[in-house]
């Protein structure tokens, strides 16, 4: 069974940094591409950027390049989403999301459950 | 243009056919995909492609599209396809970005 398992709630204060996870399993994790999608409070699905795991290339929304950097682990089937510096805008839902691209990519068929990280003072 | 603009809301009788639709530049060259989304859950990808539909997804749901405009048409609307839909596409700026619609909030009455 294909799953992507996420890391659990994060509850950090601004400025601090902070790393996510979405672990892979029941697929060959370095054939697909794993993508990061936020959720701000009540909005809609945003799409971050992504991650080929075979070469470790990314590319990213220009809404959020810069500010987050997408890293994956193929040792250990898992793909993090990392913030340097959190701000107070940074309060969502994230989730990752999987997609084979093999010349063009297909839609997102899995998806992880969903990380909530609040950034409060 | 990366954009995809969705109706922000609609609403169907119980049984009947409503169509979600999704409008974008990028629909004239690439095909939108549907996730569905309920309270407190991820999406779940219900048609993709020209019409496709993921194993699991009933039949009710089909996916068209016609110029710069994606459609998600549920015939024969349930009580629990009550959710929020979003569609989404590869841009066409060159850059192979992804795109994501702003979201139908679907309400079964």
């Known amino acids: 069974e294909v799953q992507l398992v996420q890391s659990g709630v994060e509850v950090k204060k601004p400025g601090e940094s902070l790393r996510i996870s979405c672990k892979g399993s029941?697929?060959?994790?370095?054939?697909?591409?794993i993508s990061w999608v936020r959720q701000m409070p009540g909005k809609g699905l945003e799409w971050m950027g992504r991650?080929?795991?075979?070469?470790?290339?990314?590319n990213y929304s220009p809404s959020f390049q810069g500010h987050v950097i997408i890293s994956t682990d193929t040792s250990i089937n898992t793909a993090y989403l990392h913030w340097s510096s959190l701000q107070a805008s940074d309060t969502a839902i994230y989730y990752c999301?999987?997609?084979?691209?093999?010349?063009?990519?297909?839609?997102?068929?899995?998806w992880g459950q969903g990380t909530l990280v609040t950034v409060s003072s | 243009s990366s954009e995809l603009t969705q109706d922000p809301a609609v609403s169907v009788a119980l049984g009947q056919t409503v169509r979600i639709t999704c409008q974008g530049d990028?629909?004239?060259?690439?095909?939108a995909s549907w996730y569905q989304q309920k309270p407190g859950q991820a999406p779940v990808l219900v048609i993709h492609?020209?019409?496709n539909r993921p194993s699991g997804i009933p039949d009710r749901f089909s996916g068209s599209s016609s110029g710069n405009t994606a459609s998600l048409t549920i015939t024969g609307a349930q009580a629990e396809d009550e959710a929020d839909y979003y569609c989404?596409?590869?841009?066409?700026?060159?850059?192979?970005?992804?795109?994501f619609g702003g979201g139908t909030k679907l309400t079964v009455l």
């Open positions: 989404n596409s590869r841009d066409n700026s060159g850059n192979h970005l992804v795109v």
């Open positions: 029941g697929y060959s994790f370095t054939t697909y591409w």
């Open positions: 999301a999987r997609q084979y691209c093999g010349g063009d990519c297909s839609p997102f068929d899995y």
């Open positions: 990028s629909l004239r060259s690439y095909y």
């Open positions: 991650i080929d795991p075979t070469d470790s290339y990314t």
């Open positions: 492609g020209k019409n």
